[in-house]
């Protein structure tokens, strides 16, 4: 059984869906003025989406490694391919054995 909390969740949810939905129906943009329920109602929802889908991402070895890379391209290290063969030929790979996989 849901909590009166939940229930208010959604509700606001369910209202934030309509809208869109009409809005994609009538081909119009969708602008949401969202009440504080309905901020904290998809706020919620999008947070466990992104946890459950993105949350490697956010890890601190993940973002160390992004924070690494940019660095690596903003000094100029790094190589640019103008095919994926040439790239593969880089890093010495067979390029037969490659599409036979």
Request: aromatic share 6%; net charge negative; charged share 30%.
């Amino acid at each position: 059984m849901q909590t009166t909390a939940q229930r208010m969740s959604t509700r606001a949810l369910y209202s934030i869906v309509r809208r869109a939905r009409l809005a994609g129906v009538s081909r119009r943009p969708l602008t949401l003025t969202l009440s504080p329920e309905e901020s904290t109602a998809l706020a919620d929802v999008l947070t466990t989406v992104l946890e459950d889908d993105q949350s490697w991402y956010w890890t601190e070895a993940w973002q160390s490694g992004e924070r690494a890379a940019e660095d690596d391209i903003a000094t100029g290290r790094g190589e640019d391919f103008e095919t994926m063969e040439t790239f593969l030929e880089d890093l010495g790979l067979d390029l037969a054995e490659v599409r036979a996989v």
